[in-house]
């Protein structure tokens, strides 16, 4: 016997039921992108292997253990995308986007990331991002958060999230930060995990981020970031605080959020669920400043975010139910009624293309046809027997009610649709 080949570990297919979140969610995304005068950007899925190494940096989880890289044909180092932000800013550079411009970018798709497959973790997983290029303002990063909390709102979930954010503060204010930051770690080097102690001088910030409960009253008391902030990070932090507030956006500052690479600056923020067990953060996001110089670009602020699709999928499930269904379902029972029906059919779509429509195909008798009507979940039955056909009716049956089944003339057909739906 042969043998049955499975998808990859941790790569799903998505169909049925599901397929209805996703449509939803994707089409709130793209009519939020677009309230906000967001363009659309798409680039490769695959990218030199050297681009996220660059962009994501060597000390990252995602490049020491998770990339799926691979030489091609010609022996060149290749990798699945990770995450969008360095394809989207390498693109950008590349095609003259940046340069002395503002951009307002989005794009969603799918990302690839070799991790421990579980709940809320796949290898092929999918994101929204949106990034901005060339405004430095916290006017800016306010927008990003408002328009990340419309989303909640559109998708009616936004009970089930709470917004964290954080300032890093420039390069300069993190050094400083960092030789006290060590400092400390290193008094309390007997409680790191293994982690941690691989962090220890590569990517101390990184360590403040563990979610093991072991180190949490430790880092508790590690220097916080936010009590080495000069004037102007200050001053921006304070003005995004501002204008949270002022549009009644709540927050929690969480001195321990942090973003271990270097080309991060400023304001970082992530949206937490408590309703997904351990994998509770839908969307992140922050300001990177530093790196579309980093890549060769000239240099240009930047601030995006990222949103994990498949785990707002989830929220949504436990927020609304959604069904797939045909409006119309159309029984043909007889040679006759099929040469009619199919172009009445054609008819109804040309007159209400907003209706969805089902033709029986495959013939059966009444009893069968009816079976699958049901079972599509639509609301009407349009019947064509031969009766019909002699009459110039159709039978219109409810299928999801008690109303009275009636009957129509084909030439009314239309109008009386319209008025149903
Ligand atoms: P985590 O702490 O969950 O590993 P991360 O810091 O690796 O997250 P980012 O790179 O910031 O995640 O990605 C942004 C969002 O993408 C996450 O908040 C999450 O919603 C989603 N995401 C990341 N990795 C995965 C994955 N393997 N499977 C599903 N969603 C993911
Ligand atoms: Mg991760």
Request: with cysteine; charged share 25%; aromatic share 8%.
């Amino acid at each position: 016997m042969t043998k049955n080949i499975a998808a990859v570990r941790g790569m799903n297919d998505l169909f049925a039921e599901d397929v209805i979140y996703w449509q939803h969610i994707e089409a709130s995304l793209r009519r939020l992108a677009s309230m906000y005068g967001y363009q659309e950007i798409r680039f490769p899925l695959l990218e030199q292997t050297e681009l996220f190494q660059r962009t994501i940096g060597e000390v990252t989880d995602i490049v020491a253990k998770e990339m799926y890289t691979f030489a091609d044909r010609n022996g060149d180092s290749l990798t699945l995308r990770p995450e969008g932000t360095a394809g989207c800013v390498r693109a950008g550079i590349q095609n003259g986007l940046l340069y002395n411009q503002i951009q307002r970018f989005w794009y969603m798709g799918p990302m690839f990331r070799h991790e421990r497959p579980q709940k809320g973790r796949f290898r092929q997983f999918h994101q929204f991002g949106a990034e901005v290029f060339g405004l430095p303002g916290p006017d800016i990063d306010a927008e990003l958060i408002f328009m990340s909390a419309r989303l909640w709102e559109l998708l009616g979930i936004k009970d089930q999230v709470v917004l964290q954010i954080n300032s890093l503060g420039t390069s300069a204010v993190r050094a400083c930060h960092r030789q006290e930051l060590v400092a400390y770690l290193e008094q309390h080097k007997a409680e790191l995990d293994e982690d941690s102690l691989r962090r220890l001088y590569t990517n101390p910030l990184r360590i403040l981020d563990s979610k093991n409960p072991a180190m949490a009253e430790m880092l508790a008391g590690a220097p916080k970031l936010l009590d080495y902030l000069d004037e102007d990070t200050t001053a921006h932090f304070d003005k995004l605080r501002q204008l949270l507030d002022a549009a009644a956006i709540k927050y929690e500052i969480n001195p321990r959020l942090v973003r271990g690479l270097d080309y991060y600056t400023l304001t970082v923020f992530e949206w937490v669920t408590d309703s997904l067990g351990a994998q509770g953060t839908i969307c992140a996001g922050g300001r990177y400043d530093g790196l579309v110089e980093e890549l060769g670009g000239k240099a240009t602020p930047a601030i995006g975010f990222a949103l994990g699709i498949e785990r707002l999928v989830e929220l949504v499930k436990a927020a609304a139910s959604l069904k797939a269904a045909p409006d119309i379902y159309l029984i043909m029972v007889g040679e006759l009624a099929l040469q009619k029906g199919m172009l009445l059919a054609e008819e109804l779509r040309n007159d209400l293309p907003e209706i969805s429509l089902v033709s029986n195909c495959g013939a059966g008798n009444f009893k069968a046809q009816f079976k699958r009507a049901d079972k599509s979940g639509a609301r009407l039955a349009l019947v064509l027997g031969e009766q019909e056909v002699a009459q110039g009716l159709v039978t219109v049956k409810y299928l999801r009610s008690d109303e009275m089944q009636q009957q129509i003339s084909i030439s009314e057909l239309v109008n009386f649709l319209e008025k149903r739906s």
